[in-house]
């Protein structure tokens, strides 16, 4: 078994670097010719240059007896001329092909993360980014490799490995005229010592993929202590110490394995560095001896020395094999996040019946606002003991705002979640306009919402991108921009960061910004008022003003939910005060509807909204008097 799971290694190994090599093409079919032709001059060059110091040799011998000016000394001075061309062409050939071998990598590295952007993108919801085992390959992605390596550094350390196995070929080549035998055994122990090498990193570098969740984990403690947004809790808590021993132990759970692996291989290294000390041993023993009975002459013994130290270039091991070895490893993980992006995918498009076939992939039917209708909706996260949702039946009448309302874990975000094609119901159906939202296009139905979530995004760049993303078609519109910013009451603030418009909102960037929370809430509405504008017909919003205080967001719904009239709006919240202005109001309890009904009614009924009003109006009244 263990043969036949190395055999298994050995082939993956291999067809990553043919999958690498495959990749070179599209970076750039010039410099890859020029990768080749650099390659060649930096591993025939040193080769070369044996066979003119054996040539330089016999002539210095001659040219010591008639001089310099003789013949012999004229020969002499060309071979070393010759012998320092032959030096150059090999440094510039090896300083070329490591500078083209790195930017063709670049290229490679830049091709495959674009590649994982656009898998882990394809799929219009988000369950996939739920899978642990997606999250260890992402992890693995975000630096496409192992221990800082990549495949586009594999590529670097390919194209040295190139370099020294064609030195190495020639030098093996010249061994044979002098005992055919002696090259064919240098030929079997550096092969020897190089396949046990590249097994050993290769044990190690497939531990180190199997480690990836421990070491996930290490690297969230580390960044806990680096990072800036958790910096000022560690400090007041004194947890400095506490995180780094916490590191500590799972870099060093995830490690000892590794070590393992390396350890396991100490006989079969100790075998393989044995065979290869012993061979070289004998061949100097043989060189040198053949000297002494005058078999071979000076510059013969120079060659042939020299052709045995180049052949030892082949087994040398050094920070090119870590290249290629924990290079290669990344490349696996971005093909496997591809695979689970199609799966996603294809699971998506599994659309089941009933649904109107005639208008799959289309968009929501036009007008205003959207009725939505969910009828029997069942929804459960993957490893959850009971569903979120349980047979949820409710409709949001078009252009109408509703507000839901319930405990914490009622399910209110997941039933967003939905709505926005995140996530498919395990049962039931929702419809838009009576169309079923498995039938349309999902990323056409995405495009026509306008969300704040709780957990909103706060990019680190221009001003004007954070709002201009709600909308990319009216990204360069500055009216536009400042209009939503305006009716979201941000304006005036973002107009006084350092360099207005185009400061980035984070400080840490040069003339850059820092924001409020409450500012920040404000940005985020501002970037879905300006997708409002652009055609967006739903709207949610998932606790949008929990930044604000009381005040500031009692006068924000009351422009907000009038500029919004036309747009079928969902609102979360757990302050009555701003429920209560809704059309509507759904009190979800137990994964179902519990009550629903504008705010006279529901308090009219005297259930659990009105008991749950009641109970906040009382906490509330101490603090407003």
Request: glycine share 12%.
């Amino acid at each position: 078994m263990r043969d036949r799971l190395r055999g298994l290694g050995e082939r993956a190994r291999g067809s990553s670097r043919l999958a690498v090599l495959r990749l070179l093409p599209d970076a750039g079919r010039g410099s890859v010719a020029g990768l080749a032709a650099a390659i060649v001059i930096s591993g025939l060059a040193p080769a070369a240059a044996v066979l003119v110091s054996g040539r330089l040799a016999t002539e210095l011998v001659a040219a010591a007896r008639g001089g310099l000016g003789s013949p012999a000394g004229h020969r002499a001075v060309l071979a070393a001329v010759e012998l320092a061309a032959l030096f150059l062409a090999g440094q510039l050939g090896s300083r070329l092909s490591a500078a083209l071998a790195t930017s063709l990598g670049a290229r490679v590295d830049g091709s495959l993360q674009r590649r994982a952007i656009r898998a882990v993108n394809g799929p219009s919801g988000v369950a996939h980014l739920d899978d642990p085992s997606v999250r260890d390959l992402l992890s693995r992605v975000a630096g496409v490799g192992a221990g800082g390596y990549t495949p586009g550094g594999a590529v670097a350390g390919l194209a040295t490995r190139a370099g020294q196995s064609l030195t190495s070929g020639v030098g093996i080549v010249v061994v044979g005229f002098f005992h055919w035998w002696l090259a064919v055994a240098l030929l079997a122990v550096n092969v020897w010592w190089g396949r046990e090498s590249r097994r050993g990193y290769l044990a190690q570098t497939q531990v180190v993929a199997r480690q990836t969740a421990l070491m996930r984990r290490a690297g969230y403690l580390r960044d806990l202590v680096l990072t800036p947004g958790p910096a000022k809790e560690v400090r007041l808590f004194g947890l400095t110490g506490w995180l780094g021993d916490r590191f500590r132990a799972e870099w060093d759970s995830a490690m000892e394995k590794v070590w393992a692996a390396r350890h396991g291989r100490r006989r079969a290294f100790a075998a393989a560095l044995g065979g290869v000390v012993a061979v070289n041993f004998a061949a100097y023993a043989l060189l040198a001896g053949a000297a002494l009975r005058h078999a071979i002459g000076l510059g013969a013994l120079v060659v042939f020395l020299r052709a045995v130290t180049l052949a030892a270039s082949l087994n040398a091991r050094g920070q090119q094999d870590f290249q290629i070895e924990y290079g290669l490893s990344g490349l696996p993980a971005v093909t496997a996040v591809e695979r689970a992006a199609r799966a996603a995918v294809a699971r998506e498009k599994a659309v089941p019946e009933p649904v109107d076939g005639d208008r799959a992939g289309e968009g929501p039917p036009a007008g205003d606002g959207l009725e939505l209708v969910l009828r029997g909706v069942r929804f459960g996260y993957p490893g959850a003991d009971r569903p979120v949702l349980d047979g949820l039946d409710l409709t949001v009448p078009a252009g109408r705002s509703l507000a839901i309302v319930g405990v914490n874990g009622a399910g209110k975000t997941t039933l967003i979640k939905l709505l926005c094609r995140f996530y498919d119901p395990d049962a039931g159906t929702i419809t838009a306009g009576g169309i079923d939202l498995r039938a349309l296009d999902p990323y056409r139905w995405q495009r026509g919402i306008a969300a704040v979530f709780q957990d909103f995004a706060r990019y680190e760049l221009p001003a004007r991108d954070n709002i201009g993303f709600g909308a990319l078609r009216l990204a360069g519109d500055g009216a536009a921009i400042e209009d939503a910013a305006a009716r979201a009451g941000i304006l005036d603030a973002l107009r006084a960061l350092p360099r207005g418009w185009d400061s980035p909102l984070a400080r840490h960037f040069d003339g850059g910004g820092e924001l409020s929370g409450g500012q920040w809430q404000r940005v985020a509405l501002a970037r879905a008022l300006l997708a409002v504008d652009a055609g967006a017909r739903l709207l949610i919003l998932d606790e949008p003003t929990a930044n604000l205080d009381i005040r500031a967001e009692a006068a924000f719904y009351d422009q907000f939910l009038d500029i919004t009239r036309a747009v079928t709006t969902i609102l979360i919240s757990h302050r009555f005060a701003t429920v209560r202005r809704a059309d509507l109001i759904c009190v979800l309890d137990g994964g179902q509807v519990a009550e629903l009904g504008s705010h006279a009614d529901l308090l009219g009924r005297g259930g659990r909204y009105a008991e749950m009003f009641a109970a906040q109006s009382a906490q509330s009244a101490p603090a407003a008097s």
